[in-house]
Every structure is written in structure tokens, then in C-alpha cells.
């Protein structure tokens, strides 16, 4: 498997198209395109292109916000966008409050001011079902090939330092390679595995990315272990339930027996 940074010479403005960046940064790059290859995006230059962008001193913070954004040392401003962009708030540390977005876990909403304008932030994209199936939509015809389309952001792992790439949307191959009902080494038959493929191609692609300077929002992987196909899937097609997602299940058992010992 090949994994291709496509750095551009310049740096994405708010309202600049992804795919007028990318088929730019192929020739510049030296890559042709294949059927099978999947365009790796970050997720910002897609919000450049949506113009998900807010300047911080455009933000009226509410009551609530001002509140909140002391118990967490943070500007009442961002407190104020994490309301608005989170679907349930579940708390947080100092500049860091855990949010529940478009069914995952994340830091603020996903809101983020690295590699945004000075005094403004970003915001997650909106709508990226349709964003990404038109996206490969435009790939396809303008190469004349079939490839697929991650869509990608930097996350945390509970209890590990640093980040890593995780996927939001992915679109002309399945998320989830399903191990259940095969047989391991010894002939052990699998009940549980499911193998995240697009967190795996996602944290592939982030490496190469970076988190600063880089100029690197595209990669494109090859040979990647995809079979290309006409889907789009985003957050709710890789959810795993509360219910039975280990973490959530095992912290509420033990938080339920040592209510005390915890307060």
C-alpha cells in the first residue's frame, strides 16, 4: 500500500473549492489517478470550502456560556460555539470539554482554531453525506476513474498521549471489514472483531498530514484493502451503540458501584 501526500504550494482560503485544490495537486505531485485509489481530506479544508469559519469577537456568549467557559478556562466565545455545535456535553478538563457530535466522541464539538485565520475557529463540516458522495461524484469524472473518499480529523484515544487520524465520512467502500464468523490461526471462530478500516486508513493518512505547517490537507492511498463501490457512509454507519461500547458500558458499571468513593 502507497500512501501519497499531495502538499499544495499554497495555503486553502475560506471558500476554496476541495476539488479544484486537489486535481491542481496531482499534476504538481507527479500522481496520476487510478480506479481503486481513496482520496484521504481533512476535514478543515472542507470547511474552508463550506465557509465554516467564525470570528471569535462575532460571538455573543450567553449566560450559560460565560459559566461554563470559567469552569473549564476557556473564552466564554468558543464555550458559546461548543453549545451550539454539541449534541450533549458531558464535561471536561481545563481547555478541553467532551462533547457528543454527529455521534462521536470528541474534544469541543470539534471546533479547533489550528490552522484557522488569527481570532477565528473552525467548525466541523456540515452536511458531509452529500458533501462526500458529490465529491466522489466529481473525482470520478474528472479522472475518469472510480476511487473512493475519506473524510478525516485528528482525535484523542482515552488514556493514550497525542492524537490520531479518525474518520467522519467515507464514501465508494464500507467503513467495517466484518471478521465475525471466520476462523483465527487455530481454527477459533471470531465473534466480535470488526476491523475499523477507515480509522486505519484515517490515522495512515494523518501521519503524513501532520498537525502544523505541512500544507498537506490531501493524501492519496493506493492499494489500499478496498473493494470501490457506489456507498456513502458517515458517522451513524460507524457508530457503535452505548450500550454495547465497552468503554461507556465498563466506566458507567464502575462509576454506578463507587458513587461514594468517587464523591
Same mark, same amino acid.
Given at each position: 500500500?502507497?500512501?501519497?501526500?499531495?502538499?499544495?504550494?499554497?495555503?486553502?482560503?475560506?471558500?476554496?473549492?476541495?476539488?479544484?485544490?486537489?486535481?491542481?495537486?496531482?499534476?504538481?505531485?507527479?500522481?496520476?489517478?487510478?480506479?481503486?485509489?481513496?482520496?484521504?481530506?481533512?476535514?478543515?479544508?472542507?470547511?474552508?470550502?463550506?465557509?465554516?469559519?467564525?470570528?471569535?469577537?462575532?460571538?455573543?456568549?450567553?449566560?450559560?456560556?460565560?459559566?461554563?467557559?470559567?469552569?473549564?478556562?476557556?473564552?466564554?466565545?468558543?464555550?458559546?460555539?461548543?453549545?451550539?455545535?454539541?449534541?450533549?456535553?458531558?464535561?471536561?478538563?481545563?481547555?478541553?470539554?467532551?462533547?457528543?457530535?454527529?455521534?462521536?466522541?470528541?474534544?469541543?464539538?470539534?471546533?479547533?482554531?489550528?490552522?484557522?485565520?488569527?481570532?477565528?475557529?473552525?467548525?466541523?463540516?456540515?452536511?458531509?453525506?452529500?458533501?462526500?458522495?458529490?465529491?466522489?461524484?466529481?473525482?470520478?469524472?474528472?479522472?475518469?476513474?472510480?476511487?473512493?473518499?475519506?473524510?478525516?480529523?485528528?482525535?484523542?484515544?482515552?488514556?493514550?498521549?497525542? &492524537?490520531?487520524?479518525?474518520?467522519?465520512?467515507?464514501?465508494?467502500?464500507?467503513?467495517?471489514?466484518?471478521?465475525?464468523?471466520?476462523?483465527?490461526?487455530?481454527?477459533?471462530?471470531?465473534?466480535?472483531?470488526?476491523?475499523?478500516?477507515?480509522?486505519?486508513?484515517?490515522?495512515?493518512?494523518?501521519?503524513?498530514?501532520?498537525?502544523?505547517?505541512?500544507?498537506?490537507?490531501?493524501?492519496?492511498?493506493?492499494?489500499?484493502?478496498?473493494?470501490?463501490?457506489?456507498? &456513502?457512509?458517515?458517522?451513524?454507519?460507524?457508530?457503535?451503540?452505548?450500550?454495547?461500547?465497552?468503554?461507556?458500558?465498563?466506566?458507567?458499571?464502575?462509576?454506578?458501584?463507587?458513587?461514594?468513593?468517587?464523591?
Amino acid at each position: 500500500m502507497d500512501v501519497i501526500p499531495l502538499k499544495l504550494n499554497c495555503v486553502a482560503e475560506i471558500g476554496s473549492n476541495v476539488l479544484d485544490l486537489a486535481t491542481q495537486a496531482m499534476p504538481k505531485n507527479g500522481i496520476r489517478v487510478r480506479s481503486g485509489d481513496v482520496f484521504v481530506v481533512t476535514s478543515k479544508i472542507v470547511s474552508y470550502e463550506q465557509c465554516r469559519v467564525v470570528r471569535l469577537s462575532d460571538v455573543t456568549p450567553s449566560d450559560v456560556a460565560r459559566a461554563q467557559a470559567k469552569q473549564y478556562a476557556i473564552s466564554a466565545e468558543l464555550m458559546e460555539l461548543i453549545l451550539q455545535e454539541a449534541d450533549v456535553i458531558y464535561g471536561g478538563v481545563e481547555r478541553a470539554v467532551l462533547t457528543l457530535k454527529d455521534g462521536m466522541l470528541t474534544v469541543n464539538a470539534g471546533i479547533d482554531n489550528k490552522n484557522s485565520p488569527l481570532g477565528n475557529v473552525i467548525l466541523w463540516p456540515e452536511n458531509l453525506h452529500s458533501w462526500i458522495n458529490q465529491f466522489r461524484l466529481k473525482l470520478n469524472q474528472y479522472f475518469s476513474t472510480k476511487v473512493g473518499v475519506l473524510v478525516i480529523d485528528s482525535s484523542c484515544m482515552p488514556l493514550r498521549l497525542g &492524537t490520531v487520524g479518525v474518520a467522519l465520512a467515507a464514501s465508494g467502500f464500507k467503513p467495517i471489514i466484518d471478521y465475525r464468523g471466520t476462523v483465527d490461526l487455530y481454527g477459533r471462530q471470531i465473534k466480535i472483531t470488526q476491523h475499523a478500516l477507515v480509522h486505519n486508513l484515517a490515522a495512515t493518512a494523518h501521519l503524513v498530514m501532520g498537525e502544523a505547517a505541512e500544507r498537506t490537507p490531501l493524501v492519496l492511498v493506493r492499494d489500499a484493502p478496498v473493494e470501490i463501490n457506489d456507498e &456513502t457512509y458517515v458517522g451513524a454507519d460507524m457508530l457503535m451503540p452505548f450500550d454495547k461500547c465497552f468503554f461507556v458500558g465498563a466506566l458507567l458499571d464502575y462509576f454506578r458501584k463507587n458513587s461514594k468513593s468517587v464523591c
